[in-house]
């Protein structure tokens, strides 16, 4: 009786190491897309910003007129989980990202990613075309 049970716990001791090097291989990456997500916000002095060469870069605060095309606006999309791709392209379309739901629906179904669809938080850049969304909301990176 004693040497199954010196196996089995040396079989559990076994486990527990080989799944304690598995769990560690498993690293999750974010992409930041903007940079409001990494600026520090201590580095904020009188308007503006360190940079890394100690330069100060100074902060839009939109009192200034700012050109159109420097200035990029982005719109959070929260997908639930089970959401089809009708009722994405009625979210997006309600956040101003898309401008015809039908458009969408034939783009995401001629793409094959309609059942690609994942949920969770996305930043979109407003103006983005089609292809550009689907990608953001896929995961996809090669459309």
Do not use: Q, W
């Not at 039908?102 to 669809?117: S, W």
């Amino acid at each position: 009786m004693k040497r199954p049970f010196k196996y089995l716990i040396l079989g559990i001791g076994i486990g527990l190491i080989v799944s304690s090097l598995f769990s560690g291989m498993n690293v999750k990456t974010e992409k930041i897309d903007t940079v409001d997500d990494f600026i520090n916000p201590e580095s904020i002095v009188n308007n503006s910003i360190a940079d890394d060469n100690n330069k100060n870069v100074a902060i839009m605060d939109g009192s200034e007129e700012n050109d159109p095309e420097e200035v990029c606006e982005y719109v959070d999309v929260s997908i639930p989980t089970g959401i089809g791709s009708h009722n994405v392209a009625v979210l997006l379309s309600e956040l101003g990202l898309i401008e015809n739901i039908k458009d969408f629906e034939d783009r995401i179904a001629e793409l094959e990613l309609d059942k690609k669809i994942r949920a969770g938080e996305f930043r979109v850049k407003k103006g983005s075309d089609l292809d550009r969304i689907i990608a953001i909301i896929t995961g996809r990176k090669d459309i």
